[in-house]
C-alpha cells in the first residue's frame, strides 16, 4: 500500500507570492488533515477534508485555503506568503478521522519564504 | 482552549539510560495518541490508549493513560540510539470533528 504522497518536497517562495501545495492520500482513507509545523509553534492544525468538504478549520487567517477532490486528494493554498508562512506543512490521512484512528502522515512540504 | 501540554522540552540521555515523556491535558480525552518524528522526518504513529488506566508495550516502550483519562506517559527502557527524535502525544480536539492537538513533543538525543 502507497504512503501519503506531497508535492513538492520543498519550495522556495518570494514574499507576496501564493503557493498550492498537494496531498495524495493512502488509497481508500477518505479523510485529510493539514498541519504547520515549526520549531516555536510545534504541529498546529489548519483544517480537515473528509468526502471533499472540509470539516473542520483551525486559526489561521483566510490566506491559509485548501480542498479536497472526488479521489480524496488535497491541495491547500496560501496567498499572500510572509516570512512567517515559512514551516514544514504536512498532511495525515486517516480512513475516518485522525481523531480516533491512527493517523499517516507525508513526508512533508518544506516551504520557505524569502 | 483546549491545551496539551507536555515535559520535558528536551532530553539528554547516555545509551541505556531510561527516558520518560510526559504528557497533560487541560480536558478529559477520549483517547491519546504517541506518534516519533525522527530527524528530518515526518511523524510516525506509535500507539493510541483509550481506556482509564491503560498500559501497553512495545518492546523497550510502556505508555500509560491516566486514570482521569487527562494525562499520559511514554517510558522507554535502555535507550538506544535509534530512539533520536522528537516525542509527540496527541488528543482529539473535543469541540471538533477533525483535529488532533498536538503537545509541543520531548526532544530525545542519546549519547553513544
Known amino acids: 500500500k502507497a504512503g501519503v504522497t506531497q508535492t513538492p518536497r520543498y519550495l522556495i517562495k518570494t514574499r507576496g507570492q501564493q503557493v498550492t501545495l498537494s496531498c495524495s492520500p493512502i488509497?481508500?482513507?477518505?479523510?485529510v488533515s493539514w498541519y504547520q509545523q515549526t520549531p516555536g509553534q510545534g504541529l498546529q492544525f489548519l483544517f480537515e477534508?473528509?468526502?471533499?468538504?472540509?470539516?473542520n478549520k483551525g486559526n489561521f487567517p483566510g490566506r491559509f485555503s485548501g480542498r479536497q477532490f472526488s479521489n480524496s486528494r488535497s491541495e491547500m493554498n496560501v496567498s499572500t506568503l510572509e516570512l512567517g508562512d515559512s514551516a514544514l506543512y504536512l498532511c495525515?490521512?486517516?480512513?475516518?478521522?485522525?481523531?480516533?484512528?491512527?493517523?499517516?502522515f507525508g513526508q512533508g512540504t518544506r516551504l520557505t519564504v524569502v | 482552549g483546549q491545551q496539551v501540554m507536555q515535559i520535558p522540552q528536551y532530553q539528554h540521555v547516555q545509551e541505556g539510560e531510561d527516558f520518560t515523556t510526559y504528557c497533560n491535558s487541560s480536558?478529559?480525552?477520549?483517547?491519546i495518541q504517541w506518534y516519533k518524528q525522527r530527524p528530518g522526518g515526518h511523524p510516525v504513529f506509535l500507539i493510541q490508549?483509550?481506556?482509564?488506566?491503560e498500559v501497553k508495550k512495545q518492546k523497550r516502550l510502556t505508555f500509560q493513560f491516566g486514570e482521569a483519562k487527562k494525562n499520559s506517559s511514554l517510558h522507554i527502557t535502555a535507550t538506544q540510539t535509534t530512539d533520536v527524535g522528537t516525542y509527540f502525544c496527541?488528543?482529539?480536539?473535543?469541540?471538533?470533528?477533525?483535529?488532533?492537538?498536538f503537545g509541543k513533543g520531548t526532544k530525545l538525543s542519546v549519547k553513544p
Open positions: 490508549l483509550v481506556k482509564s488506566g
Open positions: 495525515a490521512s486517516s480512513d475516518l478521522t485522525v481523531m480516533n484512528t491512527e493517523a499517516f
Open positions: 480536558t478529559t480525552l477520549s483517547n
Open positions: 496527541a488528543g482529539p480536539d473535543g469541540g471538533s470533528q477533525g483535529n488532533l492537538i
Open positions: 477534508y473528509f468526502s471533499e468538504t472540509q470539516r
Open positions: 488509497s481508500g482513507h477518505r479523510s
